[in-house]
């Protein structure tokens, strides 16, 4: 049997930034705070936390006067940066280059139509620290659809921006704008931006064909990665013997049953370090 560790799954180049950051600062000061999981992989953040990281919500910024705490790749709301600063927090900010560029045009698009009555929408998960994050450029009016049966109840004879959370799966993006184009009246005002990332829409067309050259595939990621649910769906398209796996005791020996080629792949919050793990399991098996 052949177990082959895919080269281009693995970390974004967002969560790199931002754990290459917290190991500098806790080279430095072994103390480090982050709010929220730094990435959405339990072993991960386990070998950060022996390095001397805590995670913290926000609600515990009162009290961390004069510590540092680090903001993760999905970014905070302004609020955030607020209660840090009334609170003398040390803040180091290593929100994602590519949401960071996505508030902004949030920020601006609900500026330019706050008051003509527009609404702001973002296609995301709801309670997703990065849409909290966006939500938060708004004042918190901007409104969150999950599905088209959420756009229900938005005024659409006022100006209508339509966003995306950057992780969400660019079809079903499409999908909903045509339908929100479906129910619009004939002068209605919308634009659709293109802000899923493209390290996210890449990915789904590599795995499908990493998945389709494996008789079995082993998907590595974390429980509560919304990237590792959407690029698994994307596996179990392709290739119907892929399994989910967190860790590997996960895995299953019934799983590799006349089976001559392994692929091991991931999300873009998987460390390289936990596919190669599996990949060896997989051997021993
Ligand atoms: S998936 Fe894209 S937007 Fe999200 S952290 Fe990674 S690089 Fe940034």
Same mark, same amino acid.
């Given at each position: ?6 080269? !281009? ?37 386990? !070998? ?6 805590? &995670? ?16 993760? *790749? ?8 607020? @209660? ?21 045009? =949030?920020?601006? *698009? ?20 990065? &849409? ?12 969150? &659809? ?29 999908? @909903?704008?045509? =339908? ?27 795995? *499908? ?7 079995? @595939? ?26 989910? &796996?967190?860790?590997?005791?996960? @895995? ?8 001559? !080629? ?24």
């Amino acid at each position: 049997m052949i177990v082959e560790v895919d080269a !281009r799954s693995g970390f974004c180049f967002g969560v790199v930034k931002a754990i290459e950051t917290a190991e500098r600062l806790l080279a430095d000061a072994h103390e480090l705070y982050c709010i929220g999981d730094i990435v959405h992989n339990g072993q991960e953040v386990d !070998r950060l936390r022996q390095l001397g990281m805590s &995670v913290v919500d926000t609600d515990s910024l009162p009290q961390l006067a004069g510590k540092h705490v680090l903001i993760r *790749a999905h970014g905070e709301p302004p609020s955030t940066y607020a @209660l840090a600063q009334t609170h003398g927090v040390m803040l180091t900010d290593a929100t994602c280059p590519v949401v960071l560029r996505l508030q902004q045009r =949030v920020k601006h *698009a609900w500026e330019h139509i706050r008051n003509q009555g527009g609404t702001v929408i973002i296609y995301g998960k709801k309670g997703h620290a990065e &849409v909290i994050g966006i939500v938060g450029q708004t004042q918190g009016e901007a409104v969150v &659809v999950e599905q088209p049966a959420d756009l229900h109840g938005i005024a659409l004879n006022a100006p209508l921006e339509l966003f995306s959370q950057t992780t969400m799966e660019p079809q079903q993006y499409q999908q @909903l704008a045509n =339908v929100l184009r479906t129910m619009l009246p004939p002068d209605a005002q919308l634009t659709v931006h293109d802000t899923i990332c493209r390290q996210v829409a890449n990915r789904r067309s590599e795995l *499908a064909q990493f998945a389709a050259m494996h008789d079995v @595939l082993i998907f590595v990621g974390g429980r509560k990665s919304s990237n590792a649910k959407t690029l698994f769906t994307t596996c179990q398209q392709t290739n119907s013997r892929s399994h989910f &796996v967190a860790s590997p005791s996960d @895995l299953q020996p019934n799983w590799f049953a006349n089976a001559q !080629r392994v692929g091991v792949c991931g999300a873009t919050s998987t460390p390289q370090w936990l596919m190669e793990a599996v990949a060896k399991r997989v051997h021993e098996l």
